[in-house]
């Protein structure tokens, strides 16, 4: 299972629009405004169908879930090079993010399943620590090749590219093994399986820390990730060097993934020293508002990269076999919801003092999270 889950995480990423899909929008006459509505409208819909698709999880197939994901953006990457408009981009934006949700919750499920039943359920942070690397390695090699390609043929080729990784991805997910009957019922039973899910979160004072831990860890970072190309530009180097320095930034968060293996074991007061010293790294790095101390930034992103893959190692131990998928989309939708905020918090601290104070300032919610840890005296 891990050489097809290493493929699909990869393939998943490797995505020639991510880095110029926001020229193609400018180009065709979007104003910001507009712009900005799409990416609302992306993470809307996210929301709205976490927790939803989570269940559809548990009660239907997992992989029947991830296979149709990539497909759906396939569809909608299509619209947006072959008829490009706000309505095809919106159309685009409403597909994507129903991918993604019907992503988050089922991966970590099956595969925490289907290691489980092997018997290896203690190698889930290693796989996936890989499988989250194997995500960025793609991320780094789509903004290499993006250019070249886009040289070469222009929007239809970067757009063509990246419907093919889409579909390579789908083929891939048919491949996963899964054990598992569907429940009862099929599509009719989400309701009672997201009912029986919740109903575990109001029983469970553990298994809610752990909830909120996933966002806790994840949404802050992953939101300021939008936002590293326009840090980076204010160090005051060329725009040529961009993307150099953007993969410093994520070197340091593959190499936070590839650790996670190693780290499983990390206590509470252990995560709580991890998150306290990238948030200091995070914060101090970004003030400094040189091109070398971006270094630091890589650094804090690798710990917050580490200390998300292990909050997610921490919910799926807590969760018995019933819910997985619907649990893990409540942890979901709670990281969509702190990753709005973020969005929103970043936009109203940018305007009034730069790039670098509001990285910063954003390191506060870590150092929150790390006191809160270190303060609990429930074990580990």
Do not use: N
């Not at 929007?155 to 063509?160: C, E, N, T, W």
């Not at 968060?253 to 200091?280: I, K, Q």
């Not at 300032?361 to 005296?377: E, G, I, K, M, S």
Request: charged share 15%.
């Amino acid at each position: 299972m891990s050489a097809s889950l290493y493929a699909y995480a990869f393939l998943d990423d490797f995505v020639l629009l991510y880095p110029v899909y926001a020229l193609l929008f400018s180009d065709t006459g979007l104003s910001v405004w507009q712009i900005s509505s799409l990416f609302a409208l992306w993470s809307i819909t996210g929301v709205v169908l976490e927790v939803p698709s989570g269940a559809w999880a548990d009660a239907v197939s997992r992989r029947l879930l991830l296979w149709l994901g990539p497909l759906l953006t396939a569809v909608g990457f299509a619209l947006w090079v072959l008829v490009p408009s706000y309505w095809a981009f919106a159309a685009g934006f409403v597909l994507w993010g129903t991918r993604g949700a019907l992503g988050s919750g089922a991966l970590e499920a099956l595969v925490y399943e289907e290691l489980e039943r092997l018997g290896a359920a203690d190698r889930y942070a290693h796989v996936m620590g890989r499988s989250h690397a194997a995500g960025l390695v793609a991320v780094m090699a789509a903004m290499g090749l993006a250019g070249p390609v886009f040289a070469w043929g222009g929007f239809p080729a970067v757009g063509a590219a990246s419907v093919l990784a889409c579909l390579a991805s789908a083929a891939v997910a048919t491949r996963f093994p899964e054990h598992r009957a569907p429940k009862e019922g099929g599509g009719e039973g989400w309701a009672v399986t997201l009912k029986a899910g919740l109903a575990e979160v109001r029983r469970e004072r553990s298994l809610r820390g752990a909830i909120l831990l996933v966002p806790a860890a994840s949404a802050v970072w992953g939101a300021l990730d939008e936002y590293t190309p326009l840090l980076v530009r204010d160090t005051g180097v060329s725009e040529a060097r961009v993307p150099y320095l953007l993969l410093l930034i994520w070197a340091g968060a593959t190499a936070g993934s590839l650790l996670a293996g190693r780290c499983e074991r990390l206590g509470r007061r252990g995560l709580a020293w991890l998150l306290g010293g990238a948030a200091v790294a995070l914060a101090a790095g970004a003030l400094a508002g040189t091109p070398l101390a971006l270094g630091l930034v890589g650094l804090a992103f690798g710990g917050f990269q580490l200390a998300t893959v292990l909050a997610d190692v921490r919910l799926q131990q807590r969760i018995e076999d019933t819910g997985r998928a619907t649990l893990t989309s409540v942890a979901g939708l709670g990281t969509e919801l702190a990753t709005v905020a973020v969005y929103a918090g970043y936009a109203a601290i940018e305007a009034g003092a730069g790039h670098g104070t509001a990285f910063a300032l954003f390191a506060a919610p870590y150092l929150l999270t790390a006191l809160l840890l270190a303060a609990r005296r429930s074990p580990g």
